[in-house]
Nanobody, 122 residues
């Protein structure tokens, strides 16, 4: 019902920057929250940043001051600007959207993308 597609990952040297994009499409009525998660090999998937109406923006301590989340409400797109990237930022980054749809308009449910890989190495 809802498709989530991430893009913008790649290989970057330490100290470099990358910008990730996430586009949500389908029969969407509204999106309350859009989030970025990341998962390194052999580790749990952790939240990186969130943006929502009312609650504003929130960041994990590990990326505070380096990453910035933003959202284009008219296009259902969320961005993640990543600056001063370090090797520990290497992970697959996933986009999550909490939304109601034409077929499920009672309450929000979560939709996930398939991820985009970010590798930080010299």
């Amino acid at each position: 019902q809802v498709q989530i597609v991430e893009s913008g990952g790649g290989l970057v040297e330490p100290g470099g920057s990358l910008s990730l994009s996430c586009a949500a499409s389908g029969n969407i009525l509204s999106i309350s929250t859009m989030c970025w998660y990341r998962q390194a090999p052999g580790k749990q998937r952790d939240v990186v940043a969130t943006i929502s109406t009312g609650s504003g923006k929130n960041y994990a301590d590990s990326v505070q001051g380096r990453f910035t989340i933003s959202r284009d409400y008219s296009k259902n797109i969320v961005f993640l600007q990543m600056n001063n990237l370090q090797p520990e930022d290497t992970a697959t980054y996933y986009c999550n959207s909490s939304a109601t749809t034409m077929a499920h308009d009672y309450y929000d449910i979560d939709y996930w993308g398939k991820g985009t890989l970010v590798a930080v190495s010299s």
